[in-house]
């Protein structure tokens, strides 16, 4: 029979019933390894293993006060004899105390409550207090070892809150079968001996692997999984999609969390009583209310005219007043479009062509359900080219969304402050159904002129990146994400 070193051991030690405890300091092996072998022997008929489940109790944090005072209703008892009025009780007991105590001498049957007084019936000790005495003085003890009388007050103290501390105890005991017997005589009469299970330098040197045989591997038995380190599946796809960008030839940019509303806003052609400016939809800062803005007043005023009248960019603009204040409000960014708009005032002619894309944290006042979060990330990403056109940009997200293993097609849509828009929607085999999956157009003139001081082909796409991973990893609630369940984080895939 093929045994493993430490069934060997084992089987050596083993006399009459002993726990794996005892084993383990018998043979010198870790408790781990006594156990994974019990396993095996118990599998090969050779032993015969008995789980024991003890549970020792030991007071809670509530319990070591009711210990030293006692409980609320013995303190009622001791301050009224034999019987008292509630209202002179409560002076003595806050509310809360006063309505446990009275409800708990009523239940076990201690006093009655009659026209505002109480009357005691029996004053004797319960057994729950016996219970807390014994705790007091030992510390701890084993439930089996409670006298049989006291356990309908050990019941009554498990539905008391924080008042025991109940620690469940797992035992194994392993005893020879009589199969396992004559294998361990054989054992002592070196019958069967300890096989080889790595060859090493000294054994070949020494030849002492000439007079003995070599262990068996079986591939196929049950071992415990590992888990090694690995990112999470958000940083995962952050990673790969950074990846995807920068082998297209793209630079990452980035920007603060905290942006001016004209950042956010004004320089991206949306109008001051646009909806999405609503608190509704947007967080704004209390404390600073207003922030200076870098490259306002290079920009303030061609931006007040894109507005009132649309400048020289041929549009009429959205025909009202632009306030300077609000644009100065300050807020948590609701897309990484601010950082691109922001990239773009600083650009020249003689730095074109030039594509960039940000990966970045956005906020939105959104409720929180199965596919809407109030923090989230966003993948933004531009092309400045004068030779650009919508040609090159479905080109662009059309190689980007196959590298992510997705099937893509593009719909026609609207966005404020794109024109043409476009939106993708990726296929999904196992909904069988087109799903959108973000935005894409070119920057209107009303964007790019100011910014940029010249018209110039400015391809632009965004896309929740959060909503992306649940689709690839299929999960249908977005807050899985967040949650830190360890045994979906073990078993994720990789990216």
Same mark, same amino acid.
Request: aromatic share 8%.
């Given at each position: 029979?093929?045994?493993?070193?430490? /069934?060997? $051991? *084992?089987?050596?030690?083993? %006399? #009459? &019933?002993?726990? !794996?405890?005892?084993?383990?300091?018998?043979?010198?092996?870790?408790?781990?390894?006594?156990?994974?072998?019990?396993?095996?022997?118990?599998?090969?008929?050779?032993?015969?293993?008995?789980?024991?489940? /003890?549970? $020792? *109790?030991?007071?809670?944090? %509530? #319990? &070591?006060?009711? !210990?030293?005072?006692?409980?609320?209703?013995?303190?009622?008892?001791?301050?009224?004899?034999?019987?008292?009025?509630?209202?002179?009780?409560?002076?003595?007991?806050?509310?809360?105390?006063?309505?446990?105590?009275?409800?708990?001498?009523?239940?076990?049957?201690?006093?009655?409550?009659?026209?505002?007084?109480?009357?005691?019936?029996?004053?004797?000790?319960?057994?729950?207090?016996?219970?807390?005495?014994?705790?007091?003085?030992?510390?701890?003890?084993?439930?089996?070892?409670?006298?049989?009388?006291?356990?309908?007050?050990?019941?009554?103290?498990?539905?008391?809150?924080?008042?025991?501390?109940?620690?469940?105890?797992?035992?194994?005991?392993?005893?020879?079968?009589?199969?396992?017997?004559?294998?361990?005589?054989?054992?002592?009469?070196?019958?069967?001996?300890?096989?080889?299970?790595?060859?090493?330098?000294?054994?070949?040197?020494?030849?002492?692997?000439?007079?003995?045989?070599?262990?068996e591997y079986d591939v196929k038995i049950f071992v415990k999984p590992e888990f090694p380190a690995k990112k999470h599946p958000l940083q995962q796809f952050i990673d790969r999609i950074r990846e995807i960008f920068i082998g297209m030839g793209f630079r990452e940019i980035k920007g603060t969390l905290i942006e001016s509303a004209f950042w956010n806003f004004d320089a991206l052609f949306v109008p001051q009583?646009?909806?999405?400016?609503?608190?509704?939809?947007?967080?704004?800062?209390?404390?600073?209310?207003?922030?200076?803005?870098?490259?306002?007043?290079?920009?303030?005023?061609?931006?007040?005219?894109?507005?009132?009248?649309?400048?020289?960019?041929?549009?009429?603009?959205?025909?009202?007043?632009?306030?300077?204040?609000?644009?100065?409000?300050?807020?948590?960014?609701?897309?990484?479009?601010?950082?691109?708009?922001?990239?773009?005032?600083?650009?020249?002619?003689?730095?074109?062509?030039?594509?960039?894309?940000?990966?970045?944290?956005?906020?939105?006042?959104?409720?929180?359900?199965?596919?809407?979060?109030?923090?989230?990330?966003?993948?933004?990403?531009?092309?400045?080219?004068?030779?650009?056109?919508?040609?090159?940009?479905?080109?662009?997200?059309?190689?980007?969304?196959?590298?992510?293993?997705?099937?893509?097609?593009?719909?026609?849509?609207?966005?404020?402050?794109?024109?043409?828009?476009?939106?993708?929607?990726?296929?999904?085999?196992?909904?069988?159904?087109?799903?959108?999956?973000?935005?894409?157009?070119?920057?209107?003139?009303?964007?790019?002129?100011?910014?940029?001081?010249?018209?110039?082909?400015?391809?632009?796409?965004?896309?929740?990146?959060?909503?992306?991973?649940?689709?690839?990893?299929?999960?249908?609630?977005?807050?899985?994400?967040?949650?830190?369940?360890?045994?979906?984080?073990?078993?994720?895939?990789?990216?």
């Open positions: 029979m093929e045994l493993h070193p430490n /069934e060997i $051991e *084992i089987l050596r030690v083993l %006399e #009459g &019933k002993l726990h !794996a405890k005892e084993i383990a300091r018998k043979t010198n092996l870790e408790i781990g390894a006594v156990m994974r072998a019990l396993s095996w022997l118990s599998t090969k008929n050779l032993v015969e293993i008995e789980e024991k489940i /003890e549970e $020792e *109790i030991s007071l809670g944090d %509530e #319990g &070591k006060v009711y !210990a030293e005072t006692g409980l609320p209703e013995r303190r009622i008892l001791n301050m009224i004899g034999d019987r008292g009025s509630i209202s002179e009780i409560k002076k003595k007991f806050g509310d809360e105390e006063l309505n446990i105590g009275i409800g708990w001498l009523i239940k076990k049957k201690i006093a009655r409550i009659r026209n505002g007084n109480i009357y005691v019936i029996n004053p004797e000790k319960t057994e729950d207090e016996r219970i807390l005495e014994i705790l007091r003085e030992r510390g701890k003890i084993s439930i089996d070892k409670i006298p049989r009388e006291l356990i309908p007050g050990l019941k009554l103290l498990k539905g008391r809150g924080d008042v025991l501390k109940i620690i469940r105890k797992r035992e194994i005991i392993a005893s020879l079968t009589e199969k396992g017997s004559r294998i361990k005589e054989e054992i002592c009469k070196k019958k069967i001996t300890e096989r080889i299970s790595q060859l090493t330098p000294e054994l070949i040197l020494s030849r002492k692997w000439k007079n003995r045989g070599f262990r009583d646009h909806p999405a400016r609503d608190m509704h939809d947007t967080f704004y800062l209390k404390e600073p209310r207003e922030i200076e803005i870098e490259g306002f007043e290079r920009l303030k005023n061609l931006i007040k005219e894109v507005h009132e009248n649309g400048w020289t960019t041929g549009s009429i603009g959205w025909d009202y007043k632009w306030d300077e204040k609000e644009a100065r409000r300050v807020l948590l960014r609701t897309h990484t479009t601010a950082v691109t708009c922001r990239y773009l005032s600083k650009l020249k002619r003689s730095d074109l062509p030039v594509k960039v894309f940000c990966i970045g944290k956005t906020f939105r006042n959104e409720a929180v359900d199965y596919k809407h979060l109030p923090e989230f990330y966003q993948v933004e990403g531009i092309v400045v080219d004068e030779n650009a056109n919508f040609r090159n940009l479905l080109g662009i997200l059309n190689l980007f969304y196959r590298e992510m293993g997705f099937r893509v097609r593009f719909r026609p849509a609207y966005f404020p402050y794109t024109e043409m828009s476009v939106e993708p929607e990726v296929y999904l085999k196992e909904r069988g159904e087109w799903v959108e999956l973000g935005g894409a157009g070119i920057f209107r003139p009303e964007v790019v002129k100011p910014l940029l001081g010249f018209e110039c082909p400015v391809l632009a796409w965004g896309l929740g990146l959060d909503r992306l991973v649940a689709l690839k990893l299929g999960i249908n609630d977005i807050r899985t994400l967040y949650l830190c369940d360890l045994n979906w984080l073990r078993n994720s895939k990789v990216v």
